[in-house]
T-cell receptor, first 115, second 111 residues
Framework: DTAVSQTPKYLVTQMGNDKSIKCEQNLGHDTMYWYKQDSKKFLKIMFS???????INETVPNRFSPKSPDKAHLNLHINSLELGDSAVYFC??????????????FGPGTRLTVT | GQNIDQPTEMTATEGAIVQINCTYQ??????LFWYQQHAGEAPTFLSY????GLEEKGRFSSFLSRSKGYSYLLLKELQMKDSASYLC????????????FGQGTELSVKP
């Protein structure tokens, strides 16, 4: 009965590689997000999709490309990984506007380590 | 632009009360959220304020003053398990409704 799930939980890879992180939510939410949390615990939004459509695209390198095959899934592909990409990446989802609850629900996170 | 400030660290004693403050500046304020994050885990929702005043939920309460750009999270009857990072986040309607997070306050509860 997991609400927001991410795979993998841990990812260790070398500089220059390409990797993907997958996210799925079974809450029936329309909006999904990707956040990056760095070593200083600062949580910053990267992308947001609503019903498979990109609505927020922060200043993120083009090496990061989100893909939403349907509104329950939002994957993150990262090309040419760099040391500075090492962080914890959180997926989140939230219900559509007008609902009584509007908080975001976070996945367990993917700890990415680039060596 | 947006700016959210909260203390980096706080320490309190088990059984006591602690207040974590958050000040913010944003152009399109549309709600303030508090999240709790234990080490190595995901943030979990604690409270939401969009109107001025106090919202109480068990041992946790959150207060908002929109005119002052100020909120606080009040934790009563502290327990050891309350040791965590507490994140203040503001929703901005002028930026697609995204949440802007503060850096978090690391709370240590000591016996």
């Amino acid at each position: 009965d997991t609400a927001v799930s991410q795979t993998p939980k841990y990812l260790v890879t070398q500089m220059g590689n390409d990797k993907s992180i997958k996210c799925e939510q079974n809450l029936g939410h329309d909006t999904m997000y990707w956040y990056k949390q760095d070593s200083k615990k600062f949580l910053k939004i990267m992308f947001s999709y609503n019903n498979k459509e990109l609505i927020i695209n922060e200043t993120v390198p083009n090496r990061f490309s989100p893909k939403s095959p349907d509104k329950a899934h939002l994957n993150l592909h990262i090309n040419s990984l760099e040391l500075g990409d090492s962080a914890v990446y959180f997926c989140a989802s939230s219900p559509p506007p007008g609902r009584t609850t509007i908080e975001q629900y976070f996945g367990p996170g993917t700890r990415l380590t680039v060596t | 632009g947006q700016n959210i400030d909260q203390p980096t660290e706080m320490t309190a004693t088990e059984g006591a009360i602690v207040q974590i403050n958050c000040t913010y500046q944003t152009s399109g304020f549309n709600g303030l959220f508090w999240y709790q994050q234990h080490a190595g885990e995901a943030p979990t929702f604690l409270s939401y304020n969009v109107l001025d005043g106090l919202e109480e939920k068990g041992r946790f309460s959150s207060f908002l003053s929109r005119s002052k750009g100020y909120s606080y999270l009040l934790l009563k009857e502290l327990q050891m398990k309350d040791s965590a990072s507490y994140l203040c986040a503001v929703r901005d309607r002028n930026q697609g409704g995204k949440l802007i997070f503060g850096q978090g306050t690391e709370l240590s509860v000591k016996p």
